[in-house]
Every structure is written in structure tokens, then in C-alpha cells.
């Protein structure tokens, strides 16, 4: 698979930073550690982040 999709392996919530990771060649905690840092800005991170669970394919 190429798409953007949540692995069943590697998931720590819900698998959206693995998916994501995965698809652009990163390290899982890479995303992971930006998705935390993101929160110290303002913005809908947390709504996107359960939209994205809700939106993408799981394995």
C-alpha cells in the first residue's frame, strides 16, 4: 500500500502519526514529537487529529 491509511502494527492512539510517518518516509516518533510540539500552538490541532482518525483507512 501507498496510500495514507492507519497501520494495525506501530500504533500508539490511533495510529494517525504511524499513517502519516509511513507515508512520507519518516520515523513514527518523529511525527509523533511534532504532533505534541504543534499543540503548544494555537489552533484545531486536536479536532484535525480526530478527524484524520475518523477519515483514514485502517490496514
Same mark, same amino acid.
Given at each position: 500500500?501507498?496510500?495514507?491509511?492507519?497501520?494495525?502494527?506501530?500504533?500508539?492512539? !490511533?495510529?494517525?502519526? !504511524? +499513517?502519516? !510517518?509511513?507515508?512520507? +518516509?519518516?520515523?513514527? $516518533?518523529?511525527?509523533? %514529537? =511534532? !504532533? =505534541?510540539?504543534?499543540? =503548544?500552538?494555537?489552533?484545531?490541532?486536536?479536532?484535525?487529529?480526530?478527524?484524520? $482518525?475518523?477519515? %483514514?483507512?485502517?490496514?
Amino acid at each position: 500500500m501507498n496510500g495514507l491509511y492507519r497501520p494495525r502494527q506501530g500504533r500508539v492512539i !490511533a495510529g494517525v502519526c !504511524a +499513517g502519516i !510517518a509511513r507515508r512520507f +518516509g519518516m520515523s513514527p $516518533w518523529t511525527v509523533r %514529537l =511534532l !504532533a =505534541l510540539l504543534s499543540c =503548544l500552538l494555537p489552533g484545531p490541532q486536536f479536532v484535525v487529529y480526530i478527524v484524520l $482518525w475518523i477519515m %483514514l483507512p485502517s490496514e
